[in-house]
């Protein structure tokens, strides 16, 4: 049975949130692991979302800020940092409509997220692809 790229974001977004707490507090670990932790399959999309995210992560934290009002990525929830960075990777270096990245971050955050967050993160991925990338 084939998983659908949403169920695997949610895969995504549960490594990532791994990872952050590792980093937090200083834990070693291997990527590979985390995924192998979360994922019982071989899956190229997660993994290459997955290094994405941390190879970007500096670039993707500092998009993130210029949009976040008063606000700074590394002050919101593990689950909250790992949908927006995984969002704007998707939306930066990846050829995933626009449109989908957004959508599929925002039902994330549906079911992870308060409303408030949620709608900070739509507001937050719509200002990063129309101010950012709309014209390139």
């Known amino acids: 049975m084939e998983i659908t790229r949403s169920e ?3 895969k995504i977004m549960t490594i990532l949130y791994q990872i952050n707490v590792y980093d937090t507090n200083k834990v070693n670990y291997k990527v590979e692991e985390v995924i192998k932790d979360v994922l019982d399959i071989d899956n ?6 997955v290094y ?3 190879t ?9 800020n210029k949009y976040l009002n008063k606000w700074t990525i590394d002050r ?16 930066k270096y990846t050829d995933t409509p626009n449109v989908v990245v957004i959508n599929e ?6 079911l992870y997220s308060d409303d ?6 739509n507001g937050l991925l719509d200002k990063i692809y129309h101010e950012e990338l709309d014209h390139e």
Not at 116 to 121: G, L, P, R
């Open 76 to 91: 919101l929830g593990n689950t909250d940092q790992a949908i927006i960075r995984m969002g704007i990777y998707e939306l």
């Open 116 to 121: 408030k967050v949620k709608n900070m993160i």
């Open 105 to 110: 971050a925002v039902e994330l955050a549906k």
């Open 8 to 10: 695997l974001r949610k």
């Open 44 to 49: 190229e999309f997660v993994k290459d979302m």
């Open 56 to 64: 970007y992560k500096k670039d993707i934290d500092e998009l993130a």
């Open 52 to 54: 994405g995210v941390i």
